[in-house]
């Protein structure tokens, strides 16, 4: 089974710093994908970014960026310039590449919560 | 785009009732919608998964005759808690996955059920 880790409950950063989220994860696939949620107060899954196991290249959203070590298992989310708006908790999250086509259910961290202070 | 509603936001029942709750892919196709559980404070744990037109597949420790799942159309799956009892109150979130994008997955925005 996979398992995704969160080693970080909560994070706190200044305003218009740069945070980095770990994650973890366990697997025995070669193919799957890896996100980050955000979910704010509002409870409303937002996602924030997405990366293939076979892009090498990390993913960028504007401000969000990842560090994926496919050897390490290791995918963990950089947020620059951090807003007020970014107070929210992050999970990072794991699907397989079911090659027999279909779609999986995720499989989530524990979540961090990120504290942005002003 | 790609917009996924759930009713009712907020529910309350009696101890031993049934209550059902709506996910509907509002502008797009679901070949699979999936439904997860959140306790407070706690992360979003994977309960079923729906097909169109097939039977849900549920994980390891979930009920299937407690958690009724149907996914009658492209549209429209529903979750029924039977019989509920006090500790099924909990944070119960939809999501639903196109059917040109097999991994992408949009959530509705959640139902508070609590059982009374």
């Known amino acids: 089974a996979q398992t995704v880790t969160q080693s970080q409950p909560e994070m706190s950063v200044q305003e218009a710093e740069t945070v980095t989220l770990s994650c973890t994860y366990d697997?025995?696939?070669?193919?799957?994908?890896l996100f980050w949620y955000k979910q704010p107060p509002s409870r409303q899954m937002i996602l924030v970014i997405r990366q293939e196991a076979y892009k090498q290249q990390n993913a960028t959203e504007n401000r969000f960026s990842v560090n994926f070590q496919k050897a390490a298992k290791s995918f963990s989310l950089k947020i620059s310039d951090s807003q007020l708006g970014d107070a929210a908790m992050y999970f990072c999250a794991y699907v397989g590449g079911n090659s027999g086509g279909g779609a999986d259910g995720l499989t989530f961290g524990k979540g961090t919560h990120l504290i942005i202070q002003p | 785009g790609a917009v996924v509603s759930q009713h009712p936001s907020r529910v309350i029942c009696k101890s031993g009732t049934s209550v059902k709750i709506e996910c509907r892919s509002l502008d797009f196709q679901a070949t699979t919608m999936f439904w997860y559980r959140q306790f407070p404070k706690q992360s979003l744990m994977l309960m079923a998964t729906s097909n169109e037109g097939s039977k849900a597949t549920y994980e390891q420790g979930v009920e299937k005759d407690k958690f009724l799942i149907n996914h009658a159309s492209l549209t429209l799956s529903t979750l029924t808690v039977t019989s509920a009892h006090p500790e099924d109150s909990s944070f119960y979130i939809c999501s639903a996955t196109p059917l040109l994008d097999s991994y992408e997955q949009y959530f509705g925005p959640g139902t508070r059920l609590t059982v009374t």
């Open positions: 697997t025995s696939e070669s193919d799957y994908y």
